[in-house]
């Protein structure tokens, strides 16, 4: 009673963006995480204006959370909004830093009236030398082999004055190790005083001096932040771009670009192109990885946020070519058309990024959780479409889609050997048209599916939508322990299936066999694709399918 109530108190409100819900009067992003737990955070919001701006900043993030490429607390970071960081911002703070250590070395020469005036006794010199040297040694140690506690600090600090340190990532990892050099001087400049090696300490302190950072003044300041308030927006800058570049483009170039620069927006927001950093850049490009080809069914059909929330088996999305081909054009957009010909930018956020070409591939599961899945699968005693279709899939690797769409017309029987099979009509390749064997355990399912049904009638009727099978498969991994994610870090959905029927299958039968029951294309380097350049009977392919055993 008391869910219901809370729930009651935080449901969706009327034109409340997706992925918040408001509680009182103050809107809170919620949405579910890959452990099945919820996210929830306040937007510090009353206003439904603010919290759809809010929203559509960080809407293109969630999935990235949910897929675990993004994580909780970067995404936390996302909801505060910190400012891109710049140079001028990070010697600020390396200043103040290293000017902190510099009066420290100054006031050594005090210490000794210092702790006298207050009671504490004469220095022990030979002490202080061993604990400096040894503390100069610890730094630099960790400098030497890259374990900079340094660096870590000075990204604390910078959240803490509201910037994003990932802005400038290598800029904050020099910073670090300039700081730990300092680090290490300052605890020198104790071990060379103390020693009485005195022009030492005058050096090091001279070095102190020396490594201090030069921050702008307060006038040049000033002029940045004036010139950075005038800075033109993202669609104000894309729309010069396309006038001054799309009189040369083709009608196809033309449609293709806009739907990169509408993802690019998406990811980024609206914002000042002297805003956009790297880290803004990655991102997009790791929404993009995720998407399917649009001029496909389903997704022709879809908005693009809906693309990015879909669960896309990773044959539909798209290739690693065109991922490069969407950077390729915000590379020809920053960098040299806003930096090198507009002078608008002085640091393009596309240099220095390179897209590494990346199979695009799903998690399968392992032989333990397929034989929870499929176990609870049987057990199932209603008779809607789960129990059939998941087994089914379980049990010929065949596509989601394929079995979706099988009609009576295409559960056959062999003559030669009497076995049943599915023959697959249609496909995205000529390898894909093709015989699969049914697998004993399902048979009498499928034949109690076509019973009195006309030929052409479907062998799942009312079968739902896309979606809905999703979530099913989905609920039915959380019943069965088998997590989003494998240990790889690959993500698991209904395609896994095929996946974990190919890893298996490959275990027992020979690979063209496979590939010739799955519809893949067949790969000639195996050696003994030959041997099936002929039309491949049913029984030479039912070692396949007979050697699948879940139970």
């Known amino acids: 009673m008391g869910n219901n ?17 408001k509680r009182g009067e103050t809107f809170y992003i919620n949405f579910r995480l890959p452990s099945g737990k919820f996210f929830r955070q306040s937007l ?17 993030y969630i999935p990235l959370v949910q897929a675990g490429q993004m994580s909780e607390e970067d995404f936390k970071l996302k909801i505060v909004d910190l400012k891109a960081l710049t140079k001028r911002d ?70 803490h004055e509201g910037f994003d340190p990932d802005s400038l990532p290598f800029e904050v990892m020099v910073a670090g190790s300039r ?15 103390y020693s009485k090696d005195l022009p030492r300490y005058q050096q090091i302190i001279q070095g102190l001096k020396q490594a201090l950072p030069v921050v702008p003044e307060a006038a040049e300041l000033e002029a940045d932040v004036e010139e950075e308030s005038v800075s033109i927006l993202l669609s104000e800058a894309w729309a010069m771009f396309v006038k001054d570049k799309g009189s040369h483009w083709v009608r196809s170039i033309e449609k293709e670009n806009k739907r990169f620069f509408e993802i690019l927006i998406h990811v980024v927001g609206d914002q000042p192109v002297t805003s956009i950093t790297k880290q803004d850049i990655r991102k997009t490009l790791d929404v993009i990885t995720a998407l399917p080809k649009r001029f496909a069914h389903p997704y022709k059909t879809m908005t693009l946020q809906q693309c990015i929330d879909h669960d896309v088996p990773e044959e ?59 176990a609870h699968l049987d057990g199932l005693t209603d008779d ?32 030669l050997t009497g076995r049943r ?6 496909g995205k390749t000529d390898h894909a048209k093709r015989q699969i064997p049914v697998h004993k355990s399902i048979e009498g399912i499928l034949e109690k599916l076509a019973e009195g049904k006309k030929i052409t009638d479907r062998l799942f009727p009312k079968f739902p939508g896309y979606k809905e099978v999703t979530d099913a498969w989905v609920t039915i991994m959380r019943q069965c322990n088998a997590p989003d994610f494998n240990e790889k870090g690959q993500k698991r959905r209904v395609h896994s299936i095929r996946h974990s029927f190919i890893t298996k299958a490959l275990t027992h039968a020979r690979p063209v066999q496979v590939q010739l029951v799955v519809g893949h294309s067949l790969t000639e380097s ?6 099936y350049t002929h039309e491949p009977t049913l029984e030479e392919l039912l070692s396949v399918v007979d050697g699948i055993d879940w139970r």
């Open 5 to 21: 109530s809370v729930y009651n108190k935080s449901r969706n409100v009327s034109n409340t963006p997706k992925y918040t819900t």
């Open 44 to 60: 510090a919001t009353d206003s439904l204006k603010t919290a759809q701006a809010t929203m559509s900043r960080l809407s293109a």
């Open 90 to 159: 990070l010697d600020s703070l390396l200043f103040r830093l290293l000017e902190t250590d510099l009066k420290e070395a100054e006031r050594i020469p005090q210490l000794g009236s210092i702790i006298r005036a207050a009671g504490l006794g004469p220095v022990n010199a030979a002490d202080t030398v061993e604990t400096a040297k040894g503390y100069a040694g610890a730094v630099s140690d960790d400098l030497i082999n890259g374990h900079s506690f340094s660096e870590n600090l000075i990204k604390y600090n910078l959240k």
């Open 179 to 193: 700081w730990d050099m300092c680090r290490a001087q300052l605890y020198e400049a104790y071990q060379a005083f």
């Open 316 to 374: 539909d999305l798209l290739s690693s070519a065109m991922v490069k081909k969407h950077l390729k054009i915000y590379s020809s957009f920053f960098k040299v058309y806003l930096k090198d010909e507009k002078d608008v930018l002085t640091l393009a956020p596309t240099e220095g990024i390179k897209y590494e070409v990346k199979e695009n591939r799903g998690g399968n599961f392992s032989a333990p959780e397929m034989k929870r899945l499929v």
């Open 384 to 415: 809607n479409w789960r129990k059939a279709y998941f087994l089914t899939l379980c049990h010929t690797g065949a596509r989601r889609g394929e079995i979706a769409d099988l009609k009576v017309s295409q559960f056959r029987t062999d003559e």
């Open 421 to 426: 099979y599915l023959f697959i009509e249609d």
């Open 526 to 531: 195996l050696g003994i694709t030959a041997r």
